[in-house]
């Protein structure tokens, strides 16, 4: 199987410096530290028992998950955003297009080798993960459901930076841009809830306003969490919606590749210079 030159050019220059080995450090770091500040809270902060307590590991495997859901909306747009904007900042841009690829290619290639990154670290914070498994709180197909769920929106928040990438022409742009959308996904779709609830009638809200919150990745991650850990961490059932427990997690993955085909579409209609949209004729003219 052919790789594509875009990414197998992206993985040869990014992968050769020391950004890759640090950015891998610091994240299993990172990760070591949290598990063992949360278990040295399991093991000392009860008063009038010594040893483990099971149910300790709830809030371990609650705090990494909600943690390298956070470290994916971060990194991954941040890749993402500079990829495009990069190419033209560094004038290599025009020479990218020039080539035999297609602009679906390359918008795939870019979109990949920033994957590429985020799915590296998701592999190095696996070992972590199984130390849980170990006291028998979390099996294999619990890990292998978080992990897709990670994916899926992982494409998400590439397919955002990506396209902030292909509208604005400075870097820093892209990322603002890029961040305020995931923070609206993030906090601001269950901020509109919150103030519906405050202000309406209750039973108003379960049609209409309620169907933002599947646009929330947390929404997903808490369905993942309710079905494993078996409490109710579930947003909806909290707001008093009935169905499966994974409903919220099949809607919001549904939204997330939905959207990320979009975005990716768009994304390459922006960069294929052959495609006149009304856009790239108003940048042409303000150029």
Request: one cysteine or more; charged letters at 15%; glycine letters at 6%.
């Amino acid at each position: 199987m052919r790789m594509n030159p875009v990414l197998k050019k992206e993985l040869k220059t990014s992968m050769r410096t020391w950004r890759m080995p640090a950015m891998i450090t610091v994240y299993t770091l990172l990760l070591s530290g949290l598990l063992f500040i949360v278990f040295m809270e399991a093991f000392s902060s009860y008063r009038y028992y010594r040893g483990f307590r099971p149910s300790a590991l709830q809030g371990i495997y609650f705090a990494i998950t909600m943690l390298q859901l956070v470290l994916i909306g971060v990194i991954v747009p941040t890749a993402t955003a500079s990829s495009i904007c990069g190419e033209k900042q560094r004038r290599t841009f025009d020479l990218l297009i020039c080539t035999r690829l297609s602009s679906i290619s390359i918008v795939l290639g870019k979109l990949w080798a920033a994957l590429s990154k985020m799915i590296l670290l998701l592999i190095v914070s696996i070992p972590i993960i199984s130390i849980i498994s170990l006291f028998g709180g979390v099996d294999l197909y619990n890990i292998i459901l978080l992990y897709g769920f990670y994916m899926i929106t992982a494409i998400l928040f590439g397919s955002i930076g990506l396209c902030a990438s292909s509208i604005f022409k400075r870097t820093v742009t892209a990322i603002i841009v890029s961040g305020l959308i995931i923070l609206f996904l993030a906090a601001g779709t269950f901020i509109i809830v919150a103030l519906w609830y405050e202000f309406h009638d209750y039973k108003m809200a379960h049609t209409t306003i309620v169907s933002l919150l599947y646009m929330n990745p947390f929404s997903g991650l808490s369905a993942i969490l309710d079905y494993q850990l078996g409490e109710s961490l579930d947003l909806f059932r909290r707001l008093g919606v009935k169905g499966s427990v994974l409903k919220p997690l099949y809607i919001n993955m549904s939204f997330d590749l939905i959207l990320s085909c979009i975005l990716l579409y768009v994304t390459s209609l922006r960069i294929n210079p052959m495609k006149k949209c009304s856009w790239r004729k108003k940048d042409e003219e303000n150029a």
